[in-house]
């Protein structure tokens, strides 16, 4: 299983972004999907999740009314646009994919997770 995130850049504050991540995997709709980030000096953390069919989406609250993360099977595509940017979330950002989820489920923690694409740099400039 091959994630590629892409879609990273420089953005100045309350800028947009639209990160995309490729998945190489036929059992891709099968498999929740989510986005972490890690900023320079902190652990990796929750970003957003989605269920195997998009029926159910989780945010972590730093993010919720700013990020929406959305899916598209029949490409075997995961997005996430980034609106109203701020400085802290500066990060690098990784999609991943957890292919034993239920059907509804979108797991928050990192363990949950099975595959994991190589990271795009996300800038906000003050």
């Known amino acids: 299983v091959q994630l590629q995130a892409s879609g990273g850049g420089l953005v100045q504050t309350g800028g947009s972004l639209r990160l995309s991540c490729a998945a190489s995997v036929a059992t891709f709709s099968t498999s929740a999907m989510g986005w972490f980030r890690r900023a320079p000096g902190k652990e990796r953390e929750f970003v957003s999740a989605?269920?195997?069919?998009?029926?159910?989406?989780n945010y972590a609250d730093s993010v919720k009314g700013r990020f929406t993360i959305s899916r598209d099977n029949a490409k075997n595509t995961l997005y996430l646009q980034m609106n109203s940017l701020k400085p802290e979330d500066t990060a690098v950002y990784y999609c991943?994919?957890?292919?034993?989820?239920?059907?509804?489920?979108?797991?928050?923690?990192?363990?949950?997770?099975?595959?994991w694409g190589q990271g795009t740099q996300v800038t906000v400039s003050s």
């Open positions: 991943a994919a957890d292919p034993s989820a239920g059907y509804y489920s979108t797991p928050r923690i990192i363990p949950a997770y099975d595959y």
């Open positions: 989605i269920s195997r069919s998009g029926a159910s989406i």
